[in-house]
C-alpha cells in the first residue's frame, strides 16, 4: 500500500542530472510518471512520491510481501511479479497486492498422517484442479506449482515438499486459480508433514542441539552481540561453508 507524501522541492542541479537519465513512463494508482528505466517498480513507486507503508519487507525478492500485478500497452495479458525484482516497462500501469487473504485451515501437526487423506479433508478443493498451469505462469520464483498440486493429489508428499521448498508465500498463484487452492499452503503443510514423518534423521542436528542445550556456544554468542555491524558482516562473509 501505497501513500503521497507532501512534494519537495529539488535543487536545480539535482533536476538538470535526473533530465539526462533514460525514462519510462508508468501508471501508479491511475497517474502517470516518469521514473528511471532501471529502476524496479518498487524504486519506481518511491521515485514517482509514494510512500510504501505495508507491502514492502526484505527488498531482495526473498519475503514474497510485494506482491503486484499489471499490464503491458496493447497486450490483454495480466502479469504478476514481486515489485523488489521486476524492473518497469514503457506504458505499465501498476496494482500493488498489500494483503491476499487466504483459506487456512487449523491443524495438529501431531494428529495428522502423512497421506492423500490428508490433504482431502484439509483442502478438498486441490481435486477441483483443472490443470490450467496458471498458478505456475503466475509465479514470480518459477516453481512447478501446477507440477506440486498434481503430486499432492497423488498424495506424493515428498515430491510437494521439493518443488514448493523456494515458495515465498507471495500469493500469486492463488490469486490466479480458478479452483480457488491456496497453492502455498498446501506446500507448507507437505514441507511439515515430511519434516515431522518422512525425513532422515539427523545424526549432526541431534549432535547440535544436545551442545546448545549445554550451553556449549554461550561465550562466543555473548561475544557476537558486543560486536559491530561492519565486523559481523566481516565474520558472515568469512565463514566456512561446507
Known amino acids: 500500500m501505497a501513500t503521497k507524501k507532501p512534494a519537495k522541492k529539488k535543487p ?16 501508479i494508482m491511475g497517474k502517470a510518471h516518469k521514473v528511471p528505466a532501471d529502476a524496479t517498480i518498487m524504486g519506481a513507486i518511491e521515485y514517482a512520491g509514494y510512500q ?3 507491502g514492502a519487507g526484505c527488498r ?4 514474497g510481501a510485494c506482491a503486484t500485478v499489471y499490464r503491458l500497452p496493447g497486450d490483454y495479458k495480466i502479469y504478476t511479479g514481486l515489485a523488489c525484482t ?40 486441490l481435486f477441483r484442479c483443472v490443470a490450467c498451469n496458471t498458478c505456475t505462469k503466475a509465479c514470480p520464483q518459477d516453481l512447478e506449482v501446477m507440477d506440486y498440486i498434481q503430486a499432492a ?13 523456494d ?40 549432535k547440535r542441539i544436545k551442545e546448545v542445550k549445554r550451553h556449549k556456544y554461550d561465550k562466543e554468542y555473548k561475544e ?14 568469512e565463514r566456512d561453508l561446507e
Open 52 to 54: 510504501i507503508k505495508r
Open 224 to 237: 557476537f552481540k558486543k560486536m559491530k555491524k561492519e565486523e559481523l558482516k566481516k565474520k558472515y562473509y
Open 153 to 165: 493429489i497423488r498424495g506424493d508428499i515428498e515430491k510437494v515438499m521439493d518443488l514448493s521448498f
Open 167 to 206: 515458495c515465498l508465500s507471495c500469493g500469486l498463484c492463488a490469486i490466479r486459480c480458478p479452483a480457488e487452492i491456496v497453492q502455498y499452503n498446501v506446500g507448507l503443510l507437505a514441507k511439515r508433514l515430511y519434516g515431522k514423518y518422512l525425513s532422515k534423521e539427523s545424526k549432526q542436528l541431534k
Open 12 to 27: 536545480a542541479k539535482q533536476t538538470k542530472a535526473k533530465a539526462t537519465e533514460k525514462t519510462a513512463t508508468v501508471f
Open 60 to 63: 531482495e525478492g526473498f519475503c
Open 86 to 125: 521486476t524492473l518497469v516497462e514503457e506504458g505499465m500501469w501498476l496494482s500493488q497486492l498489500p494483503a491476499i487473504p487466504d483459506q487456512k485451515p487449523i491443524y495438529n501437526l501431531n494428529k495428522l498422517e502423512p497421506n492423500v487423506s490428508t490433504f482431502q479433508k484439509l483442502f478438498p478443493e
